[in-house]
């Protein structure tokens, strides 16, 4: 029987967001545990198996349209697509056996990773307090027959002491390209570490493609972690925008490198993940001001297919077929693209 896959990041229909001009991506997920059960590394087999069919039986009274899938189940090949997809975790490879997700894609659910319950969606786009109202909702509901391990004074118990609180972790993939190119990633990582979040790469520290997360949990309330994220990212939009412009229109010899390869895709038989991922941003910076795409969510999107393990382990491609679907794409993407005026 054919398996019915899901995908991250799930696109969205919705109101635009001024923030998806920067965010790739949205990444919200919430843990829990079970009131009176230690953690998962902590319990036999038979309480964790007790555990998972007795959360697994109340989400099948909440939940209709759902999939439940057992790790032990998936070939190989299935296992690594959904792990390079981020629809799993290597701790839940390492740890768990069950999971589950709607079919239409709105959340994952792993059972006993590091948790108890790992709950979690990522969306195209920034649709940071959409997605954790809908995990919320759920959440809520499920609630009401099982009891979550809470203190009253420090929050929702969990394995880590980084997510002991409101247990919600906020991350957002975002194209820094034009802080990047200003040499001002560092002093943007400092500033955010003194308000408890951190920003790593995507790929490499030489591409400007960073996630950006909350390092706490504790001491404030889900509805406050939405809006200072938020706060946080306008703020920091506000400076990309700034120094977009000026890569735009004073550092051109920057871009231009990159830009240029365009015009020589004919002259090409290999194309690198990370020479891919360089195309896909600087269509993603230059959009809007010298040139313009019908579906920039599209485009993005490529970044996650066409990775070297979700070609490998998804389509079963080898090296050379993974550089000529990535070229591919490229030249597709090319062909797509309208001129606002010229750039070089």
């Excluded at 799930?10 to 230690?38: G, M």
């Excluded at 880590?160 to 990633?185: C, E, P």
């Excluded at 889900?222 to 994220?229: A, G």
């Excluded at 066409?306 to 389509?315: G, N, R, T, V």
Aim: hydrophobic share 40%; with cysteine.
């Amino acid at each position: 029987m054919k398996m019915n896959y899901i995908e991250f990041p799930k696109i969205q229909n919705r109101r635009k967001n001024p923030l998806d001009d920067i965010v790739f991506s949205s990444r919200v997920r919430i843990s829990r545990n079970i009131e009176s059960l230690r953690f998962p590394l902590f319990l036999d087999e038979t309480t964790l198996s007790d555990l998972e069919e007795k959360v697994a039986n109340e989400i099948k009274k909440i939940v209709k349209d759902i999939c439940f899938q057992r790790i032990e189940a998936l070939t190989n090949n299935e296992l690594m697509s959904y792990l390079t997809n981020k629809v799993i975790t290597e701790e839940f490879i390492r740890n768990g056996r069950l999971f589950c997700y709607q079919r239409n894609g709105d959340w994952v659910l792993l059972f006993n990773e590091e948790d108890h319950i790992k709950l979690f969606s990522i969306e195209t786009g920034y649709n940071v307090r959409q997605i954790y109202q809908r995990l919320n909702n759920f959440l809520v509901l499920l609630e009401e027959n099982i009891d979550f391990a809470f203190d009253e004074e420090f929050g929702y118990l969990t394995s880590s002491i980084l997510n002991v609180g409101t247990a919600l972790r906020i991350s957002v993939l975002v194209n820094l390209s034009g802080i990047f190119y200003a040499g001002k990633i560092e002093e943007l990582k400092s500033s955010l570490k003194e308000m408890s979040y951190n920003i790593q790469p995507f790929y490499s520290s030489d591409v400007p493609l960073y996630y950006l997360y909350n390092t706490y949990s504790l001491g404030i309330s889900e509805e406050e972690m939405t809006e200072e994220i938020e706060n946080n990212l306008l703020k920091i939009l506000k400076m990309e925008y700034r120094f977009r412009e000026d890569v735009i229109y004073n550092k051109k010899d920057e871009v231009k490198k990159i830009v240029e390869k365009f015009f020589n895709l004919n002259k090409i038989n290999k194309l690198y993940y990370k020479d891919f991922l360089e195309y896909i941003l600087i269509v993603d910076l230059l959009n809007k001001s010298t040139l313009y795409v019908d579906d920039i969510n599209y485009i993005r999107n490529l970044i996650f297919i066409a990775q070297d393990d979700y070609l490998k382990f998804k389509y079963q491609l080898d090296e050379d077929e993974m550089s000529e679907m990535r070229i591919f794409l490229i030249r597709k993407i090319i062909k797509q693209l309208k001129y606002r005026k010229a750039y070089i």
